[in-house]
């Protein structure tokens, strides 16, 4: 387990935006949108996020779901392969070069 502090920490102190860049590749899409950073909800899959700067919180305005960052990491964890686009050859890599 990981001590309440950090969690604490974390879930109030780390931007969101950071969160979701150390996620990269494995972290849903997301962009600035009117000035505001936006990206992709975890349980949804709407781009409708946005992310309240006083309390560090997201909201989607399509589910009406509130999350932090702590969830944002556990459901990236097994929302991977839905945030990446298929690509022609059915998402198996051993074919993206093939002729």
């Known amino acids: 387990m990981f001590p309440a502090d950090l969690l604490r920490s974390l879930r ?3 931007p969101m935006a950071v969160t979701i860049a150390a996620l990269g590749r494995d972290g849903p899409p997301s962009k600035i949108r009117d000035g505001r950073f936006v990206f992709l909800c975890p349980y949804c899959g709407e781009m ?5 700067p006083r309390n560090n919180l997201a ?4 589910c009406q779901k509130n999350f932090n960052n702590i969830v944002t990491v556990r459901r990236s964890a097994g929302s991977v392969a839905r945030w990446r686009p298929r690509c022609r050859c059915g998402g198996r890599p051993e074919l993206r070069h093939a002729a």
């Open 12 to 14: 109030n102190d780390l």
């Open 48 to 52: 409708l996020v946005a992310v309240n």
């Open 59 to 62: 909201h989607c305005f399509g």
